[in-house]
């Protein structure tokens, strides 16, 4: 056995052999992949193994569509051919308008990645199928790639070629331990030897916290038992010259597949059940768990009406089995937390017809620093310390018992809530604030009308509209108040951290102690990375903020490359302060009259100011800046003193009309001025330039990504962003829209939504440089259909600024 690799893939399953391969179609050679048992003993072996490229963001259907490839490249190797389905066909069938217009969206995602889908009427569902009914059917979606693999097959012809390309496979080695060095290499200790190595990737599937815990790590994976059964020949099946299609029902919970003459029919119980979470017996390997059809009976009911056949139908076999969960149902592929040269590719629920895509991206990831595709919702790290098993667990059962029902527009499941909140989560209750989650923190959304209101999730415009429309109408014309729990926000300290600072951003630095900029930081290629507020509080002393999300993500970037002799300190303030934003016309008044000590005159406290403040006895960092496009000051304030500042404000702001905002008002002012959302518009597909941040970017210094960026720059931009208007008020767009011109995609809508102070629907995107231009004519999919759109002015409110600097 080798003593020494530059990477070491710990798991042989699906995630383990396809990072293997891809890693040394990548150029990396001296890889190795250690197992403790046999290849696909886990999960993999008893995998329904369909293969479809249905996906809920564009970068899923980017992954699937490359699975979709490999696997047909693999099963026509003639040196060693696997046992694929290819290109049978699948229905996702539809029972209601949301179902419909869900699908349709879906469609036009699809349509920018180069995959088509098909929507069908009931009746051409049935002559697809002509095994079910169309009792209560609206329709399906078809994916005309559909289709199964045999798992086993697929991770040996996986392992055959990285082994051809020079990689190492040791079966029967456990991993005992894993320490890094000084200089941030790791040794993996084995039950035959110690591997010295630059690199390792934790692809332990449902064994996966049991290495995480060797480097005192905890992942958000749970696993879930799931069950599905094989029946005896059927003779409608034995009839046919051709195979079924693939049935997935998110109004039944079921899926079915021909498997031989007969069918594999799964079901996602609503009595389901957590597996191994009190420990994994070390001898549980090939094996499954007892049968219980019983729990399914709940599904089945429908199942059978759907498929009548299976009411004759005898059972072959069952199987049940553990797959694995994380809180939001995608899969951990990327970098660990809070680690060097540590990686992951784990919680793969969908890991067979998925997996080719996984190792895909993760080894661009380790080889290149970045992948073809913005990795985000992939990344270990879009979730902070709040998401332990226990809490992964309770999405983990949520997620199943809503397997093919897809979250609509804004839906934020209850399971595992709150998991994070402020002091003030009771108070903003009290006053009727509807919460959403980010990053774990319950957030306000709107504040109900009514006690009794609830939001009808849709597609299209909801009975929120003329809700948030009142909330914008209060900031635009008096003044709001709004919480921002959980943004990013650290604190840096040390001699020389202006100079690192400025280092590391591609933009100006603030001038001088008691101002604001606006920042954002690069991948070594020069695309977007991050976005920052830096605030220079001192000479040495700064304010990092970002996105909640960002929270480990941009804790990271700045480690890495920060030094590490201990000269510049950084300490995360983001779990101990709030934001309270107050917005609008009437702010500098409300706020003089709450903290009279401080001049909140334009002249002293001007537009990117931050100074410490006083908020009636409560302390607090006061910036003036703005996501609204309004006159607006952020106040940062410790969690212990932030309930003392909200009513003292909320006392004082009586006189001066003040009204609560949520989330969704923001969205929609943030919008009428153009201003990007991190992971939304600032992806890493994209450069500053072609982001329309050229006047961020200080060509007359050095920073990360300089020499990519000039590179780019040179060649020309890709794509360039936009802001679109739309000629419809029936819907808003959705992220992943396509943008058309004649009838061919010509970009991507990364965020949407109506703008109440302009009175128009708005969309953001990336569009193909030959139709960037203001006053192109354009069109956008929304819910399926083709609406008019026109490339407008990047900032279609107050595009002056005069109103934040007011």
């Known amino acids: 056995m080798k003593t020494h690799a530059r990477v070491v893939v710990i798991g042989g399953g699906i995630g383990g052999c396809s990072a293997l391969y891809h890693l040394t179609e990548e150029g990396w050679n001296d890889v190795v992949l250690v197992e403790r048992d046999e290849l696909t003993s886990g999960t993999t072996w008893h995998s329904a193994a369909q293969v479809t490229n249905f996906g809920a963001i564009q970068v899923m259907v980017g992954l699937k569509t ?95 070629r990285a082994r051809l390309a020079g990689a190492e ?11 890094q060095k000084p200089g941030g290499e790791w040794i993996v200790h084995t039950g035959k030897g110690d591997i010295h190595c630059e690199m390792f990737v934790n692809a332990g599937g449902y064994r996966c ?44 919970d079921f899926y079915a597949r021909q498997e031989k003459q007969g069918l594999l029919v799964g079901f996602y119980e609503q009595d389901c059940r957590t597996w191994g979470l009190d420990g994994i017996d070390p001898n549980f390997t090939n094996a499954l768990c007892p049968d219980d059809l019983d729990r399914c009976m709940d599904v089945m009911e429908g199942t059978f009406a759907r498929v009548p056949c299976l009411m004759e139908a005898g059972i072959h076999s069952v199987i049940n089995g553990p797959i694995t969960y994380t809180p939001d149902g995608v899969p951990l592929v990327g970098k660990l937390p809070g680690k060097r040269n540590a990686w992951c590719i784990t919680g793969l629920r969908a890991g067979l017809g998925e997996g080719g895509g996984h190792g895909w991206l993760l080894a ?50 209850p ?46 415009f909801n009975n929120t509209f003329d809700v948030v429309g009142a909330e914008v109408d209060a900031v635009q014309n008096g003044v709001g108040i709004m919480e921002v729990s959980g943004f990013n926000r650290y604190e840096l300290r040390g001699k020389g951290v202006r100079d690192r600072l400025d280092g590391l951003v591609c933009s100006r630095l603030p001038a001088r102690p008691g101002r604001v900029a606006l920042t954002y930081f690069l991948t070594e290629r020069g695309n977007v990375a991050g976005e920052a507020t830096v605030a220079a509080l001192a000479d040495d002393r700064f304010w990092f903020g970002s996105a909640a999300a960002a929270e480990y993500h941009d804790m990271d970037w700045l480690c890495e490359r920060l030094p590490s002799d201990g000269s510049v300190r950084i300490e995360s303030l983001t779990n101990s302060h709030t934001i309270l934003v ?56 410790p969690n212990a003193q932030v309930l003392p500042a909200f009513e003292a404000l909320w006392l004082e702001g009586e006189r001066f009309g003040l009204r609560p ?146």
């Open 209 to 252: 916290n049991e290495i995480a815990a060797m480097t005192g790590d905890e992942l958000p994976v749970a696993s879930m038992e799931h069950q599905y059964l094989l029946t005896e020949p059927i003779p409608a099946i034995e009839a046919l010259d051709v195979r079924v299609p693939l049935i997935r029902c998110p109004t039944d």
């Open 66 to 160: 490359h699975s979709i490839r490999l696997y047909k490249e693999l099963a026509d190797d003639p040196d060693y051919p696997i046992n694929y389905h290819h290109a049978t066909g699948g229905l996702r069938l539809a029972s209601s308008q949301d179902h419909l217009d869900g699908y349709r969206h879906f469609m036009s995602l699809a349509k920018g990645m180069g995959v088509d889908f098909e929507l069908l009427d009931p009746e051409e569902s049935a002559r697809r199928h002509p095994l079910i009914t169309t009792d209560g059917l609206l329709g399906a979606l078809w994916d005309p790639l559909d289709g199964d693999i045999d798992p086993a097959q697929l991770c040996q012809a996986l392992a055959r």
């Open 582 to 637: 107050i917005a609008g016309p009437r702010a500098r008044g409300l706020l003089t009259a709450v903290a009279p000590r401080t001049d909140w005159s334009k002249e002293a406290f001007p537009w990117l100011s931050v100074r410490p403040v006083r908020i009636g006895h409560a302390e607090a960092v006061a910036m003036a800046v703005s996501f609204s496009g309004e006159l607006a000051w952020e106040l940062h304030i």
């Open 661 to 806: 905002f949520g989330l969704y008002a923001t969205e929609s002012m943030r919008l009428e001025k153009g201003f990007r959302h991190w992971k939304a518009d600032l992806i890493t597909e994209f450069n500053p330039l072609e982001c329309g941040l050229d006047r961020f970017v200080r060509w007359d210094k050095g920073f990360v990504g300089k020499a990519g960026l000039e590179a780019m720059r040179a060649a020309g931009p890709r794509r360039c962003f936009v802001t679109l208007t739309l000629e419809t008020s029936r819907a808003p767009a959705q992220p992943g829209d396509s943008i058309l011109r004649d009838g061919a995609v010509v970009g991507t809508v990364t965020s949407a939504g109506w703008g109440h102070r302009v009175g128009r629907n708005i969309a953001l995107g990336f569009v193909d440089p030959s139709y960037a231009e203001e006053g192109c004519g354009l069109t956008v999919e929304v819910i399926g259909e083709p609406v008019a759109a026109v490339v407008s002015a990047s900032c279609l409110y107050d595009p002056d600024f005069t109103r934040v600097r007011g």
């Open 415 to 460: 399971a595992a809530r709150p998991i994070k909140t402020t002091p003030l989560y009771p108070r903003l209750s009290e006053l009727g604030a509807a919460f959403g989650v980010v990053n774990g923190w319950e957030r306000a959304l709107y504040f109900k009308p009514a006690p009794s209101f609830e939001e009808e999730h849709s597609f299209r």
């Open 364 to 413: 661009q990831m380790m080889v290149h620093g970045e992948a073809c595709y913005d990795t985000w919702p992939l990344d270990p790290r879009r979730f902070a310390r709040y998401a332990n098993v226990e809490y992964t667990a309770l999405k983990a059962i949520e997620d199943y018992q809503n397997e093919f029902r897809f979250h609509m527009p804004h839906e934020h499941r």
């Open 169 to 179: 496979i040791y079966r029967h080695t456990a991993v005992t331990g894993l320490t």
